[in-house]
């Protein structure tokens, strides 16, 4: 039986606020290809994106700030800054690979 994979987490700065990232999970093909097929299968996607926000990823969207560095409201951040902050942390996981 194959050994567990020891998970890389690692802080990532976004807008002033840290988050913990999985890298291990980030670069999984299984978790790249729920993304790429979000639009298909959204809760796969949505799965996936909780797996690299170590299973934060409720209170992730709680505490994005906006672009002005305000806090979201009761709802959650935009889709816009949750877009922003996803491509943070592509560009800032990647850069480190």
Not at 38 to 63: H, S, T
Not at 69 to 77: F, V
Not at 79 to 91: L, M
Request: with cysteine; charged share 30%; proline share 3%.
């Amino acid at each position: 039986m194959a050994e567990k994979k020891t998970h890389e987490i690692e802080a990532v700065e976004f807008r002033g606020q840290s988050f913990d990232i999985d890298k291990t999970a980030f670069a999984s093909l299984k978790v790249q290809t729920a993304l790429n097929l979000g639009d298909k299968d959204p809760r796969a996607a949505n799965e996936a994106m909780n797996l690299i926000c170590c299973g934060r990823v409720v209170e992730y969207i709680g505490r994005i700030p906006d672009e002005r560095g305000e806090a979201p409201d009761e709802l959650g951040c935009s889709s816009e800054d949750w877009q922003a902050f996803t491509a943070a942390v592509a560009e800032a996981v990647s850069a480190k690979n």
